[in-house]
T-cell receptor
């Protein structure tokens, strides 16, 4: 069964460093998303991506964040200068319009 | 105000019992979805109910939606230890993003 894959599963980074979280969405899906979940809290929407551009973003997704689909399969989330409060599980998801989303297993980002 | 709030926050039941959790939301939606999350893992889609539907079944799962009350319920019948997880409702409106509630932690004791 096709699945969304994310790498790495765990990333530890120093405050101020750049990180790139990688995702391979399900191949025939057209919508891609990043969500995050701070430990013990709810899942929060960051950004959605369709037709090679951002279709919607939340207030969390500020200038420190960017997304890219560099080729036909990968979808990346970059955080330019990490802060302690960026520590969270980051989930990539893909899906169709008005349909369920398929989530990856997440990348646990720890900023020290 | 927050979209998609679950009630109760935590639920502890014996294997074989039914588990019911509720979700309330505040704005108009296209659909409402339920997801399961095992500890530290990704979210698994369980069921989607559209705004023009009132009830949906999938295996041991039964979901209801009352758009007049802006609420939904998820019933898990004949629970098993493997059903231990957190359950989240998520609403989808214009724009296709999912807005999640805070989740219900379900513990099924063998």
């Amino acid at each position: 069964e096709p699945e969304v894959t994310q790498t790495p599963s765990h990333q530890v980074t120093q405050m101020g460093q750049e990180v790139i979280l990688r995702c391979v969405p399900i191949s025939n899906h057209l919508y891609f998303y990043w969500y995050r979940q701070i430990l013990g809290q709810k899942v929060e929407f960051l950004v959605s991506f369709y037709n090679n551009e951002i279709s919607e973003k939340s207030e969390i997704f500020d200038d420190q964040f960017s997304v890219e689909r560099p080729d036909g399969s990968n979808f990346t989330l970059k955080i330019r200068s990490t802060k302690l409060e960026d520590s969270a599980m980051y989930f990539c998801a893909s899906g169709g319009w008005d349909r369920e989303a398929f989530f990856g297993q997440g990348t646990r980002l720890t900023v020290v | 105000s927050q979209q998609g709030e679950e009630d109760p926050q935590a639920l502890s039941i014996q294997e074989g019992e039914n588990a019911t959790m509720n979700c309330s939301y505040k704005t108009s939606i296209n659909n409402l979805q339920w997801y399961r999350q095992n500890s530290g893992r990704g979210l698994v889609h369980l069921i989607l109910i559209r705004s023009n539907e009132r009830e949906k079944h999938s295996g041991r799962l039964r979901v209801t939606l009352d758009t007049s009350k802006k609420s939904s319920s998820l019933l898990i019948t004949a629970s098993r230890a493997a059903d231990t997880a957190s359950y989240f409702c998520a609403t989808q409106a214009a724009g296709n993003k999912l807005t999640f509630g805070g989740g219900t932690r379900v513990l099924v004791k063998p």
